[in-house]
T-cell receptor, first 115, second 112 residues
Framework: ETGVTQTPRHLVMGMTNKKSLKCEQHLGHNAMYWYKQSAKKPLELMFVYSLEERVENNSVPSRFSPECPNSSHLFLHLHTLQPEDSALYLC??????????????FGAGTRLSVL | QKEVEQNSGPLSVPEGAIASLNCTYSDRGSQSFFWYRQYSGKSPELIMFIYSNGDKEDGRFTAQLNKASQYVSLLIRDSQPSDSATYLCAVNSFNSGYALNFGKGTSLLVTP
């Protein structure tokens, strides 16, 4: 148990559905992250929030919409996804860039399948 | 493009042997280096981090960093079948802010 909880663990959705992934951290961290992990590819950073402010957005399609209502919670809202979006979506948190090294701790992930 | 390169493997070692996992990186400004272990279907878990040249030991694990050669490695002594997993190298630099650049990972198989 890393202190980062993701729900749901598995999600199957159609291309026209709208769903949300949830992440909660109990570590008192200031930064939260969304990553995408596809087979045979490195982890891809999608979004970073620091103190509830989005600080990085790595050219992610608009069908992925993040939300960070407070420093403990992070959401990824999904709509009109494509089959190639099927992947493991990982949430992570870290103390924040003022701490060196700034170690990221990962949640268990949500396995997403888009039909 | 900041690259982190790892051999994908699989690297197969017999139980009790030393497993050596290697990683090279392209950004000379890189400052901190992380090794994560990821079991199949699970999330990455931190094994070690290092930020100074030389060796850092933690139990059966030793991380080695050579900034001049832009090379970081992880040695696993007395390898156990439970060490069989994918090992991810991740690199952070001050210029990249929050971003960790990950390699594709090396698959390690420890055979009994």
């Amino acid at each position: 148990e890393t202190g980062v909880t993701q729900t749901p663990r598995h999600l199957v959705m159609g291309m026209t559905n709208k769903k949300s992934l949830k992440c909660e951290q109990h570590l008192g961290h200031n930064a939260m992250y969304w990553y995408k992990q596809s087979a045979k590819k490195p982890l891809e950073l999608m979004f970073v929030y620091s103190l509830e402010e989005r600080v990085e957005n790595n050219s992610v399609p608009s069908r992925f919409s993040p939300e960070c209502p407070n420093s403990s919670h992070l959401f990824l809202h999904l709509h009109t996804l494509q089959p190639e979006d099927s992947a493991l979506y990982l949430c992570a948190s870290s103390p924040g860039w003022r701490e060196f090294p700034d170690i990221q701790y990962f949640g268990a992930g949500t396995r997403l399948s888009v039909l | 493009q900041k690259e982190v390169e790892q051999n994908s493997g699989p690297l197969s070692v017999p139980e009790g042997a030393i497993a050596s996992l290697n990683c090279t990186y392209s950004d000379r400004g890189s400052q901190s280096f992380f090794w994560y272990r990821q079991y199949s279907g699970k999330s990455p878990e931190l094994i070690m981090f290092i930020y100074s040249n030389g060796d850092k030991e933690d139990g059966r694990f030793t991380a080695q960093l050579n900034k001049a050669s832009q090379y970081v490695s992880l040695l696993i002594r007395d390898s156990q079948p439970s060490d069989s997993a994918t090992y991810l190298c991740a690199v952070n630099s001050f210029n990249s802010g929050y971003a960790l650049n990950f390699g594709k990972g090396t698959s390690l198989l420890v055979t009994p």
